[in-house]
Nanobody, 114 residues
Framework: QVQLVESGGGLVQAGGSLRLSCAVTGRFFSIDAMGWYRQPPGKSRELVATNSSGSTNYGDSVKGRFTISRDSAKNTLSLQMNSLKPEDTAVYYC?????????WGQGTQVTVSS
């Protein structure tokens, strides 16, 4: 019923930038937190960044390079990714928490080439 739709993924060269976005659609009660996680090939899902009540938290590997932003009124989320590295290659997932539930998007592929 609640859907999270990511966009903005693609192929980029090392050192380049991408901006991911996530939109929440469908029927929901409220969203109190949103975030981004990623899953590199052959590895487990890991934290990229979260936003909750105006506070942000970043994974160590992306600090200083990625910036998360949220429009709470529209329940949209963005991730600005700068200085991308090949090790940033992963499927990036948007997540939202609200009404006692956690929702996940379908993921968007980000590939960083050398």
């Amino acid at each position: 019923q609640v859907q999270l739709v990511e966009s903005g993924g693609g192929l980029v060269q090392a050192g380049g930038s991408l901006r991911l976005s996530c939109a929440v659609t469908g029927r929901f009660f409220s969203i109190d937190a949103m975030g981004w996680y990623r899953q590199p090939p052959g590895k487990s899902r890991e934290l990229v960044a979260t936003n909750s009540s105006g506070s942000t938290n970043y994974g160590d590997s992306v600090k200083g390079r990625f910036t998360i932003s949220r429009d709470s009124a529209k329940n949209t989320l963005s991730l600005q990714m700068n200085s991308l590295k090949p090790e940033d290659t992963a499927v990036y997932y948007c997540t939202a928490r609200g009404g006692g539930y956690v929702y996940w998007g379908q993921g968007t592929q980000v590939t960083v080439s050398s």
